[in-house]
Each structure stands twice: as C-alpha cells, then as structure tokens.
C-alpha cells in the first residue's frame, strides 16, 4: 500500500500518519517494523532494500519516507538539493516509480512532504497508485471549524467571539492552536471558553518573545529583531497581533519612565499600569531603565505610524513589521 502525504499543515498531516500507524495493529511490533528515510538522500537501492526486508513477527512493516517526492519539484522548490540533469532526472523518477511499483504487499510506504506543485513528475507518476491525502494551511472558515471541533474534542466550549479571537491571536498554525486549546480548557474549567480567557491565556504564551523583540530593536540590533520576528510569525502569530503587542509593550515602558522620574513607588506603578504578572513588571522595569525616553518615543511613533500603513491597505501586516525593524534598527543613536 503506497500512501502519499503533502502539504504545509504538518499538524493535520502528522494526526493522518499516526492513523496509518494505528491501523497496523500492535505498537510494539510496529516499532520494530518501521523505518525512516531521508528522501533528499535515499539510493534507489536502499529504497528497494528496505522495501523488500520481510516484517518481523508480523504483516506489516511501515516505511516512511521524508522528501522524496520534493526531490523532482521544479527549479528552487527543493532547497540545496543536488542538481540533476533533465534526462538524469526523468531516469531516476522511472525507476523509483518501476521500483514503488513492486514492493510486496508487506509493506505500507508513505511519501511525506511540504508543498507540493502538480507538475511534479513523481507525484503526478504516483497518484493513480497511491491514496494521495494533501493537507494546506487552514484559513477563514475552515480554521474557525477546525477549532470549534478540537474544543469539543477537548471537552469545552467555545463562543464565536473566543473564536475569533483565537484565529486574529494564533493563525493557522495547528501546532500552536492545539496547544493553546488545551490550555484555555483547563483554564476555563468546565464553563465556555469567552473572548476575554483567549485574551488572557494566549497572549502570555508570546510575550516573552515579544519582550525579546522590544529590547533588539531599542538596540538597534538588526538581526536578533527579524530572526525573533520570524520565530513569532513561524510559530503562528498574526501579524495584527504583533504589532498590538509591540505597541502595548513601548507603551507600557514609556508609561513606567514617566512614573519612575516621578519618584513612583514599583507597587503604584504596578497598579497604574494594570500589570498583575511579576515577571512583566521586572521586564518593564527593566527596559525603562535601559533606554533614553526619545529612543522608546520614536520607537512608538514608528509604531504607529505602522499600524496606520497595514489599516489603510498600503503594506500586508508581515511586510510592514519588516520595514519597521528595518527603519528602526538603521538608525544612529542620539
């Protein structure tokens, strides 16, 4: 049985793998009879070896395949790969495809890979073979859906605004959302999951990364701001979300500066500014203390200013963030 499993939603494609893996019986003799292969690496004899390797103590045996099919993708979508003639290249998919196509009824292989275009040679060779399940990033409807039904699969529930909230907060990564459901459910104890619990549970899950990204850009430091922005946005944060994070926390430590060169007390700064978790109050503090008030104002300012631009349509959120590091981090210190 060949079994081909593609897309940029690994979250949805790895709970399909593991329903693969279920449906073959004992998990200890599954361990035993699986092996993993690198795609990008895989001789055409190593394939057919491990293909053709008898299972032990059982029917089945699972190999899983990682890339290959990424192998015979168009120009630039494969990565470093090594570079293969045309003809070269349409030999070699012709006898993966001769070598697939005879592997014993023993073993379950499953071709694993991202994004996959449909002229892919190797993939379009296939799919009449193979039980082809693609899985791209959910979005809009189909995202609000999907987490309306993992709630109730967690035993909560959930108002259309919490839902909302969730996808404007974490997008379409499942990984995050997942993880994040799980924690509102326990959070929520029983009753249903509001728009304020999102607001409350999700954004600390950020925060510290947020906090991060604050002091590399008052530091001019270029590339820890766009490597912790990437980490952000790769891990499922909207941009709209950052940049309401990033500008309640500049607002947050120009707030804190006025207060301490009043000779504010950290308990009534505290209060004034609404902060119930210690670790943001030291962090505030902190950023207070670092930098020169001009250089946390002009950072609001671009703040702004930036949001403006994604509101008016001038720039997409993402794009936006990245001019603002950008502009931001070239400038001199005064």
């Given at each position: 049985m060949l079994y081909i499993l593609s897309g940029q939603d690994d979250f949805s494609l790895g709970e399909s793998l593991e329903e693969i893996k279920r449906g073959m019986g004992d998990e200890a003799l599954l361990a035993a009879n699986t092996t993993v292969l690198d795609g990008q690496q895989v001789t055409l004899e190593q394939l057919k070896a491990v293909c053709e390797t008898v299972p032990f103590l059982s029917e089945r045996r699972?190999?899983?395949?990682?890339?290959?099919?990424?192998?015979?993708?168009?120009?630039?979508?494969?990565?470093?790969?090594k570079k293969i003639t045309p003809v070269n290249r349409q030999n070699e998919h012709k006898l993966l495809v001769d070598c697939i196509s005879q592997i014993p009824d023993s073993t379950i292989l499953v071709l694993i890979d991202g994004?996959?275009?449909?002229?892919?040679?190797?993939?379009?060779?296939?799919?009449?073979r193979a039980e082809v399940r693609t899985f791209p990033l959910l979005r809009n409807t189909e995202l609000r859906k999907w987490i309306q039904r993992r709630v109730l699969e967690e035993g909560g529930s959930i108002s259309l605004g919490a839902v909302n909230q969730l996808v404007k907060l974490v997008g379409s990564n499942l990984w995050i959302m997942s993880s994040e459901i799980n924690k509102l459910v326990l959070f929520t104890s029983g009753r249903r999951i509001e728009e304020e619990d999102v607001t409350r549970v999700v954004s600390y899950s950020h925060q510290v990364n947020v906090f991060a990204m604050v002091d590399a850009i008052l530091e001019f430091k270029t590339g820890i701001a766009e490597q912790s922005l990437q980490q952000l946005l790769e891990r499922g944060a909207?941009?709209?979300?950052?940049?309401?994070?990033?500008?309640?926390?500049?607002?947050?430590?120009?707030?804190?500066k006025e207060l301490r060169n009043q000779g504010k007390p950290e308990v009534e700064i505290q209060n004034k500014l609404g902060l119930t978790?210690?670790?943001?109050?030291?962090?505030?503090?902190?950023?207070?203390?670092?930098?020169?008030?001009?250089?946390?104002?002009?950072?609001?300012?671009?703040?702004?200013?930036?949001?403006?631009?994604?509101?008016?349509?001038?720039?997409?959120?993402?794009?936006?963030?990245?001019?603002?590091?950008?502009?931001?981090?070239?400038?001199?210190?005064?």
């Open positions: 699972l190999v899983i395949v990682n890339g290959l099919l990424g192998r015979f993708e168009p120009k630039g979508k494969s990565g470093g790969q994004r996959l275009v449909s002229k892919n040679p190797l993939l379009r060779a296939l799919s009449t909207a941009p709209a979300y950052l940049l309401a994070m990033l500008l309640r926390q500049v607002e947050m430590v120009v707030r804190a978790s210690e670790f943001a109050l030291r962090k505030t503090l902190e950023q207070a203390g670092r930098y020169s008030l001009a250089r946390i104002k002009e950072a609001y300012h671009r703040l702004l200013e930036t949001d403006l631009s994604i509101k008016t349509g001038k720039y997409s959120g993402e794009l936006a963030l990245n001019i603002l590091i950008a502009e931001l981090c070239q400038r001199r210190k005064t």
